[in-house]
């Protein structure tokens, strides 16, 4: 972590690495941008790269990867079975989770897949901090219901609470009251929750989570795919986690938990992902399925170079000034936008900056998509290409009913070692300028509606032609500025 004090008193995050390999970006004219927008159908996912400046759609899979990372994949073992290169991420697994059993995967949502059938049975309950899109539908496919126990401070959008990923302890205790300990397929703590904004939960919360486990008989699985942020804040945050290492910090997480699983397109900046636990048993249970549908044991589904470099990544993960990055830039950006009166999730969190599009476009009816109109709207200004994380994600219900979320955000994802702070700061002042001419942007209607995630293939048109009011004011404002 870089506490440099600056002889102007400024504070900004200092970054401690440097660049060596490039990639070059377009910042294409607002005209352009509006074809763009208009043949994605306002739907930030049907965007081509190409048209995009900043993209912030999210943390998967794009994560800047280090010189050590690079060299490794230069000299993988590739082999079918019996790979060297295996052997060294699963001792790395085990230097730093301290779990005896490794299973490899393709991704994140195959850990949930092999963890869910391993383990929900139908009329089953999976009780968690909150659910994760594929996490929820692994349980769900499975015949299992997801329960929320959040913290209520947890969905506050403004909150000073360190700790808004927390599971609220007092309610897993009357689930498990209402329902008996053998309905509980198992307890899942999501670190960094990413749902809820990237929001943390600390050691002594997880604590309190086993000890009720214990209590009862229950088992206990933790999702680590953004353990990276989520150690950063218990370092941070938590007083008695301040003068411990981040490897000590892991270990006690790790030790808690009877299995463990992460999607590496996050932690450890590669692609893949992973399940370790202690447990023979369950071990046994889960590997007939790893080769089933992710590949046999020594690749999992993984590229063999990925799993190198995902040995060095989760090695670097250990590193305070690597792991720091990401929260301190999000920081920044929250905290200048709180600053300019731009309504944005507080306090900043891990994963990305997220504006609360209820507040930012008050005028805007939930039925008319406000996170997804944000969305559009600040592609056009900018260039800035975000998540809508509001109805549009959500799904009608069985009568065909519009399902409204609790929240309606527009997350603006952080990609680790990706953005330099100038490009962060050219967001900030794109984001405070639409906000200043909010009223100029209106609502969205669907005109392609799939059944199934519509909020990846569906397609939307503007209420009213308010991008032609929005282009208006930018050229007026900025001249030809792009
Ligand atoms: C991304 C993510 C997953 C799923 O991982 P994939 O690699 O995208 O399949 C699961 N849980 C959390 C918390 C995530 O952020």
Not at 460 to 474: G, M, P, R, S, V
């Amino acid at each position: 972590m870089s506490t440099v004090t600056f002889h102007s008193g400024e504070r900004i995050p200092l970054e401690m690495h440097k660049v060596r390999i490039v990639q070059k970006l377009n910042l294409v004219p607002i005209e352009r941008r509006l074809e763009a927008i208009r043949a994605a159908g306002n739907n930030t996912f049907l965007l081509r790269n190409r048209d995009i400046y900043l993209d912030m759609l999210t943390d998967s899979g794009v994560n800047a990867m280090s010189d050590r990372q690079l060299a490794a994949m230069m000299e993988s073992d590739d082999s079918y079975a019996g790979s060297e290169t295996y052997a060294k991420l699963e001792e790395k697994i085990r230097e730093i989770f301290g779990t005896e059993y490794f299973l490899p995967v393709h991704q994140g949502r195959a850990a949930e897949n092999i963890i869910s059938r391993v383990f929900v049975k139908p009329g089953t309950i999976v009780p968690m901090n909150y659910h994760f899109t594929t996490s929820k539908a692994h349980v769900v496919l499975n015949g299992g219901t997801v329960e929320e126990l959040l913290i209520d401070e947890g969905l506050a959008v403004t909150s000073t609470h360190p700790f808004k990923g927390n599971l609220d302890v007092g309610k897993l205790e009357a689930l498990i009251k209402t329902h008996g300990a053998e309905r509980i397929a198992f307890v899942r703590v999501e670190t960094g929750t990413n749902l809820i904004g990237g929001q943390p939960h600390s050691l002594a919360n997880l604590r309190e989570v086993r000890a009720v486990c214990d209590r009862h008989g229950v088992m206990l699985v933790f999702d680590a795919s953004l353990l990276a942020d989520n150690l950063y804040f218990i370092k941070t945050r938590e007083p008695e986690a301040a003068n411990l290492s981040l490897r000590e910090i892991t270990r006690i997480i790790a030790d808690m938990a009877d299995v463990l699983y992460f999607s590496a397109r996050k932690l450890g900046c590669a692609r893949g992902g992973g399940i370790c636990t202690r447990n023979q048993d369950h071990y046994m249970k889960m590997r007939e399925l790893v080769t089933l549908y992710e590949g046999f044991l020594t690749y999992g589904g993984m590229s063999i170079r990925e799993i190198e470099a995902l040995t060095v990544g989760l090695d670097e993960t250990m590193d305070e000034d690597m792991v720091s990055q990401g929260p301190q830039f999000i920081e920044y950006m929250v905290n200048d936008l709180d600053r300019q009166g731009v309504p944005v999730i507080t306090p900043p969190g891990g994963l990305g900056c997220h504006l609360d599009a209820m507040r930012f476009l008050d005028h805007v009816p939930q039925t008319q998509y406000p996170a997804g109109a944000l969305a559009s709207a600040l592609f056009l200004v900018s260039g800035v290409r975000g998540m809508e994380r509001g109805s549009v994600s959500e799904q009608r219900d069985a009568e065909g009913n519009e399902t409204y979320s609790n929240m309606e955000l527009l997350r603006l994802a952080m990609p680790r070692r990706v953005f330099t702070l100038s490009q962060v700061k050219y967001a900030v002042d794109r984001i405070v300028w639409l906000y200043e001419n909010r009223a100029l942007v209106g609502g969205l209607r669907f005109v392609e509606e799939p059944k199934l995630l519509r909020f990846f293939f569906g397609k939307l048109e503007t209420t009213t032609d308010w991008h032609a009011a929005l282009i208006a004011k930018f050229r007026a404002d900025f001249g030809d500025s792009l």
